[in-house]
């Protein structure tokens, strides 16, 4: 998959921040068609964060429905193993949240580098 889908991969809600957008704050130059290029480091970054977000999303999404299927049986085995599977999804959100703050420090790191970059040019 090419970089540059990351964004429609993710299947974003309408009112987030779309893939045009963000390659704009990325851009350094424009091709001859007027479509921006976009830096691959920083497109590949922010695509194996989102990445990496969404594979633990998705652990969560399936340690919850254990949970769910273990309190419905009400059978204390279960009930107890919830214990241990909720404390999974705890780390997890741990981890997600990680990941998220990492991925606003990169942006931001690569909105710098391109702010220079063209201050650099004038």
């Not at 705890?90 to 998220?100: D, G, P």
């Amino acid at each position: 998959m090419d970089s540059s889908s990351a964004v429609e991969e993710a299947n974003y809600p309408k009112n987030s921040v779309d893939k045009t957008t963000v390659k704009r704050w990325l851009t350094g130059t424009e091709n001859g068609d007027g479509e921006e290029e976009c830096d691959a480091e920083a497109w590949e970054t922010l695509n194996n964060g989102f990445k990496e977000a969404q594979s633990v999303l998705g652990q969560n999404r399936l340690l919850i429905q254990q949970v769910n299927e273990n309190h419905q049986s009400k059978i204390p085995d279960n009930l107890v193993k919830n214990v241990t599977l909720i404390q999974e999804i705890n780390c997890n959100i741990s981890k997600v949240s990680s990941v998220y703050s990492n991925l606003s420090v990169n942006f931001s790191k690569f909105v710098h580098q391109r702010h220079v970059k063209v201050l650099s040019f004038k």
